[in-house]
C-alpha cells in the first residue's frame, strides 16, 4: 500500500493595501485612540475668559485628569468624533440628539474636594444635551452639605472663614489725576483696566494693591467691595426674595444626594430652580413659591444627586455659582491637572509664549 503524503498548503498570498488604505486605517486608529484617551483619561482645554486670573490665564492650554473624579459615559452617541457641540469653526451641531443613554460615571480615583479646580458643563446652557454643554472651569468653593456664605467679598464655608487662593483678585479704583502709562499696568501684571473719570478701575490682587498704594503718582487704591444693603437684580437662587450681591450671600447650604426638604415658601425660593432644572424631572415647575411636578404640588422632596458651588478666582470679573446656581454632580467633567502650552495674545513672535509656566501644575 502506498502512502501518500500531504504536501505544504500553498501560503495565500496577502492582499497588497494601496497607500490610500494604509492612511485610511491609521487615521481611523488614531481617530479611534485618541477618542478613548479624551473620554476615559485625560482631555485638553484652553481658558478663553479672565475668571480665574492670576491662577490660570487667558490662553493657557491645559489637561484635564477625567480619572480623578471618573469618566462619564457618553449620553450623546450619535457624534462627530472629536469635536464637542458644534462642528470646528462653524455652528453646525456636531451631533444628533435622537438618542439619549443615562450617564454613569467610571470608577474614581477621588472626589471632588473644596478648593480643587474644576472643569465642568455650564448648567444652564440647556439647548445642548449634559454632556455637550460648554465647558467651564472654576474653584469649588463648597462640596454638598456645605453652607456657604459671603460676607464683604470674604468666603465662608461652615461658619469658617475659607481658603483664599493665593492669587484672587478683586476689583479696585486707582485714584490718579495722572495718566497711567502701559508699562506701569505690565509690570504690575495687570491685564485688564479701564480709565474713567479720576483714575482707573483694575483687577488685581490685595498684595498688589498695596504696592501700588506707594507709587507716588497714585493718590489712592479703593476696594469696589460691594456694601450688604445692595440687591444685585441677576443673584441666585431669587434675587426678589434674597437681597444678596457677588460679595454679600447667602447663606446658603449646597444640596447633597438623600436631601430631605419640608418646603415652605423660602425653601422654594431656595431650592426651586434647581430642583426643576436638574433633577430629571420631565414637568416640574414653581408658582408662587410653591412646587409642582406632573401638575402636583410637592411639599416633601428629596434631593437625587449631590452638587457642588464654583467660583472663579478672579472674584468681581467671574460668572459663577453666585449668579447661576449649584453645579449638579452629573455636570462635572474633570480635575484641571497643569499646564502644557501658554499663548499671550497681546504679545507678538516668540514674545506670545510664556515659557515660565509649562507643566504647571494647577492647585
Not at 135 to 151: A, L, N, P, S, T
Amino acid at each position: 500500500m502506498k502512502l501518500k503524503f500531504f504536501g505544504k498548503k500553498e501560503e495565500k498570498e496577502q492582499v497588497k493595501k494601496s497607500p490610500l488604505r494604509e492612511w485610511l486605517d491609521a487615521i481611523v486608529f488614531a481617530v479611534v485612540a485618541a477618542t478613548l484617551i479624551r473620554w476615559i483619561f485625560m482631555e485638553a482645554f484652553t481658558i478663553p475668559t479672565p475668571s480665574m486670573e492670576k491662577s490660570l490665564l487667558v490662553g493657557d492650554f491645559l489637561f484635564v485628569s477625567k480619572v480623578s473624579y471618573g469618566a462619564r459615559t457618553p449620553a450623546t452617541p450619535l457624534q462627530i468624533p472629536l469635536t464637542h457641540a458644534k462642528i470646528w469653526g462653524t455652528d453646525i451641531p456636531s451631533y444628533l440628539d435622537w438618542i439619549q443613554l443615562p450617564q454613569y460615571r467610571l470608577p474614581a480615583f477621588s472626589e471632588v474636594e473644596r478648593n480643587d479646580v474644576v472643569v465642568f458643563n455650564y448648567p444652564p446652557e440647556f439647548e445642548h444635551p449634559v454632556d455637550l454643554k460648554t465647558h467651564y472651569i472654576k474653584r469649588c468653593i463648597g462640596i454638598h452639605g456645605d453652607v456657604v456664605e459671603v460676607r464683604e467679598g470674604q468666603v465662608y464655608v461652615n461658619g469658617e472663614k475659607g481658603e483664599n487662593p493665593e492669587l484672587m483678585q478683586f476689583l479696585y479704583f486707582i485714584a490718579t489725576d495722572q495718566t497711567i502709562n502701559d508699562r506701569v499696568f505690565k509690570k504690575y501684571e495687570i491685564s485688564e483696566y479701564k480709565e474713567r473719570q479720576g483714575g482707573y478701575f483694575v483687577y488685581t490682587t490685595p498684595t498688589t494693591a498695596e504696592l501700588l498704594k506707594k507709587e507716588a503718582f497714585i493718590n489712592n487704591v479703593l476696594s469696589t467691595i460691594a456694601s450688604p444693603d445692595e440687591r444685585n437684580p441677576r443673584i441666585f437662587p431669587d434675587a426678589n426674595y434674597f437681597p444678596w450681591n457677588v460679595d454679600n450671600w447667602g447663606p446658603l447650604e449646597v444640596p447633597y444626594e438623600g436631601m430631605k426638604l419640608q418646603l415652605n415658601d423660602t425653601l422654594v425660593a431656595k431650592y426651586g430652580s434647581t430642583i426643576v432644572d436638574y433633577e430629571g424631572h420631565k414637568n416640574a415647575e414653581v408658582k408662587d413659591y410653591k412646587l409642582y411636578i406632573d401638575g402636583q404640588e410637592v411639599t416633601d422632596y428629596t434631593f437625587g444627586q449631590d452638587y457642588y458651588f464654583m467660583m472663579g478666582d478672579n472674584r468681581h470679573n467671574s460668572e459663577d455659582s453666585r449668579f447661576w446656581g449649584f453645579v449638579p454632580a452629573d455636570h462635572v467633567v474633570g480635575e484641571a491637572a497643569f499646564i502644557w502650552l501658554s499663548l499671550d495674545a497681546q504679545e507678538s513672535f516668540l514674545n506670545k509664549i510664556r515659557w515660565r509656566r509649562f507643566f504647571n501644575l494647577i492647585d
